[in-house]
């Protein structure tokens, strides 16, 4: 990796997006400590003061601590990530949207615009929300209609100018805009949460207790990043034999190629979409005031949050990571199931001459693809539940209440692989380009 860095910045085109993207993303943390016209700082140091567990963690960690500090990046990109799975699970349920992603480069530029619009609105949206919900109970020094619009008019336009960043990042930067963007969020609560557990393991203990809690603490973090990589690297890849054909003069086929099936199928959706459905009737309680009181509800809640996971004095409450497991398993197959279809790909294998050696074209490679994709699916998201249940269990047995979880890991490591090949692919082009002019 270090390796690829040191070579890009030795060719002067890809040092130029490389800057670029580090001066883009400056602009971002800037902006993530600039506070919001109208509203009362000391309510939001109170409110999450007041909340149990780490119920606004999914937030704090997606947004970089913007969303506590009320910035004018408070919804960050979270607006943009849940419009784009909205427009995906649309394309494959409206056959018109289907037809335009098969249109090519026009098409992807049409559902893009829609994405865009689709974001706005959702920004609008969950910023009227908070400027109501909040604002009733002290958010804002004055509650009245000017100051609640300048909330809404300034989270809606911080949510859109970060979608804009990140897509100036893909086209002007090293690519991945928008997962850059949400990465640089994830990283600045690193150092906080790595404090956290100092202060609360290793600060004041003796060097034989604190360098053994450093050296555990390490350890665990060591080994879920090569976890991870290898949950995100691992491919199984299925052989696809082309026949020959005579065409003429000439004989065209006959070379063999394999279909690519990343472990990890769903990458990282499957963890955001049970967090999020676990943790978005927490997150409206707080908004309306209720927080956790007594009754069947409240019990429900405390069930919810993962706050309350694995903790010795109140096992009880452990049910909700079992419902966690179950929503991921669930998400994992769904999502995969309306990305990639078997059925198109035997057939477009059929049409070309290709086929799978051992298994005859048509029904057989579907059913063969659909076991096979069953079994990787079960394998990527159990490597998924893994990774989200070791800090479930540290944080409830330790105590250790950090935003830095699975899910975060899990973004951070694809992010950069994925960064780290956009960078070497470019490199590559560049030396093709090179080659073809001399």
């Known amino acids: ?92 349920a409206i056959p ?3 037809e335009m992603q098969k249109e090519g480069e026009d098409g992807r530029k049409k559902i893009a615009a829609m994405t865009r619009y689709v974001t706005v609105a959702l920004a609008l949206i969950e910023s009227t929300a908070m400027a109501v919900g909040f604002g009733r109970q002290g958010l804002l020094y004055e509650y009245n209609f000017v100051n609640a619009a300048v909330v809404v008019l300034t989270f809606t336009a911080g949510s859109a100018f970060l979608m804009w960043i990140g897509e100036r990042i893909t086209e002007k930067g090293v690519g991945n805009g928008i997962s850059v963007v949400l990465l640089i969020n994830i990283i600045s609560r690193v150092p906080l ?33 090569v976890f991870v990589i290898g949950l995100q690297d691992g491919v199984r890849r299925i052989p696809v034999q082309y026949s020959q054909k005579i065409v003429g003069r000439r004989t065209m086929g006959g070379q063999s190629t394999n279909i690519p099936l990343k472990v990890n199928t769903a990458g990282v959706i499957p963890v955001i979409f049970a967090s999020s459905l676990m943790q978005t009737p927490i997150v409206i309680a707080g908004f309306l005031g209720k927080g956790e009181g007594t009754g069947i509800g409240s019990e429900i809640l405390r069930g919810l949050n993962s706050g309350n996971w694995c903790n010795p004095a109140n096992i009880q409450y452990t049910w909700g990571l079992i419902v966690y497991i179950l929503l991921t398993v669930f998400f994992a197959y769904f999502y995969t199931s309306i990305t ?29 693809l659909n076991k096979i994709l069953g079994k990787i699916i079960f394998i990527g998201a159990c490597g998924l539940v893994i990774v989200q249940v070791i800090p479930f269990v540290f944080n409830g047995v330790f105590g250790a209440n950090v935003s830095f979880g699975g899910t975060s890991l899990i973004i951070i490591v694809g992010v950069v692989l994925e960064t780290i090949k956009q960078i070497e692919s470019q490199m590559l082009v560049r030396n093709y380009k090179g080659f073809l002019n001399n």
């Open 340 to 368: 990639f279809n078997p059925l198109e790909i035997a057939n477009n294998m059929k049409k070309s001459g290709g086929f799978i050696p051992g298994i005859r074209p048509g029904k057989p490679t579907v059913d063969y």
């Open 193 to 225: 949460d790595l404090t956290t557990l100092y202060n609360q393991f290793i600060k004041g203990k003796g060097l034989a207790s604190g360098g053994l809690a450093a050296l555990i603490i390490l350890a665990i973090i060591i080994a879920l990043v």
């Open 96 to 98: 018109k949207l289907e």
């Open 1 to 92: 990796m270090l390796k690829t860095v040191r070579k890009a910045f030795q060719i002067d085109d890809i040092r130029k997006k490389v800057i670029y993207t580090l001066l883009m993303l400056v602009v971002i943390r800037v902006g993530s400590q600039l506070p919001t016209p109208g509203v009362n700082p000391e309510y939001i140091q109170n409110f999450f003061a007041s909340q149990t567990g780490d119920v606004f963690n999914f937030f704090s960690a997606f947004t970089g601590g913007s969303f506590e500090k009320m910035s004018i990046f408070a919804l960050s990109i979270t607006p943009y990530i849940t419009s784009s799975i909205i427009m995906q699970l649309l394309t494959i």
